[in-house]
């Protein structure tokens, strides 16, 4: 069973930087298609971003803001998260799939899932 754990979320004023991170166990992780969506108050889970070897996505809101990447040998997955705005607040959740996914942008695309890390954009 994947297990994944997000971390590194927290309060922040606009305009800062902030990098989420989460730690996978169980799974051979260096060929999972990994994701961060999030999730704001009263809306549905979003995606932001997606990545699979080297091939990224990005969500338009994120785009040149953010920035995922991974690191197999920690089996880590991390969105850093720059010029933060007030409506990038939410709870942000890690995602994978043990194989590579067209679905990327879809929570259906998924099939493990952190329990989400809160990120707070003051203005």
């Known amino acids: 069973q994947v297990q994944l754990v997000e971390s590194g979320g927290g309060l922040v004023q606009a305009g800062d930087s902030l990098r989420l991170s989460c730690a996978a166990s169980?799974?051979?992780?260096?060929?999972?298609?990994m994701g961060w969506f999030r999730q704001a108050p009263g809306k549905e889970r979003e995606f932001v971003a997606s990545?699979?070897?080297?091939?990224?996505h990005y969500a338009d809101s994120v785009k040149g803001r953010f920035t995922i990447s991974r690191d197999n040998a920690k089996n880590t997955v991390y969105l850093q998260m720059n010029s933060l705005k007030p409506e990038d607040a939410a709870v942000y959740y890690c995602?994978?799939?043990?194989?590579?996914?067209?679905?990327?942008?879809?929570?259906?695309?998924?099939?493990?899932w952190g329990q989400g890390t809160q990120v707070t954009v003051s203005s």
């Open positions: 169980g799974g051979t992780f260096s060929s999972y298609t």
């Open positions: 990545i699979r070897g080297g091939s990224t």
């Open positions: 995602a994978g799939r043990g194989s590579w996914t067209a679905y990327y942008y879809s929570t259906s695309g998924y099939n493990y």
